[in-house]
């Protein structure tokens, strides 16, 4: 399937082929319950970045790479490894993620153990630029610690 991604011509087409494939696979290791595999995986995600980023890609295929891939990372608790890519998202983005909501929190969770105020205020982020109720996703393990906390309850509630 590696040789089907890297036989199609354009550059960023390519790399969005290779990670879907990527994402196919780290989803059928977690199906299995392969840490090894899914921590091989990431890996591979994560040299794929690194080859883009050194070829000069930019623009929404390389956003779009970098905000699936730290998604994948998150579900793995690797917060470390997911900051240093969002924060290239948010410099690529003039300081802003946008509208999504997933990758405010995703922000959010990856600072949280070294910087409170900061993730206060991606969490209200968060909340302001999505629609949804992102209560749910606070309920996830990074913010384990703080699911009673009122300031973290404060920034992310709509009430
Ligand atoms: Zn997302």
Redesign the pocket.
């Known amino acids: 399937m590696r040789a089907i991604a890297d036989e199609v011509r354009d550059a960023g087409e390519a790399a969005r082929l290779r990670g879907r494939i990527l994402a196919w696979e780290i989803q059928l290791a977690r199906a299995r319950n392969d840490a090894a595999r899914i921590t091989a995986k990431l890996e591979e995600g994560l040299a794929l970045l690194e080859e883009l980023e050194k070829k000069g890609s930019s623009g929404r295929a390389l956003s779009g790479y970098r905000?699936h891939l730290a998604?994948h990372l998150t579900q793995s608790g690797r917060h470390d490894l997911t900051l240093p890519i969002l924060d290239a998202n948010l410099a690529a983005g003039g300081g802003s993620h946008g509208d999504?909501g997933?990758?405010w929190m995703m922000h959010a969770a990856s600072v949280w153990t070294r910087d409170r105020p900061r993730t206060l205020a991606l969490l209200r982020e968060a909340r302001d630029r999505d629609p949804r109720d992102l209560t749910d996703d606070f309920r996830i393990g990074a913010f384990d610690d703080v699911q009673d906390d009122p300031e973290f309850l404060q920034a992310i509630s709509r009430r």
């Open positions: 905000h998604h999504h997933c990758t």
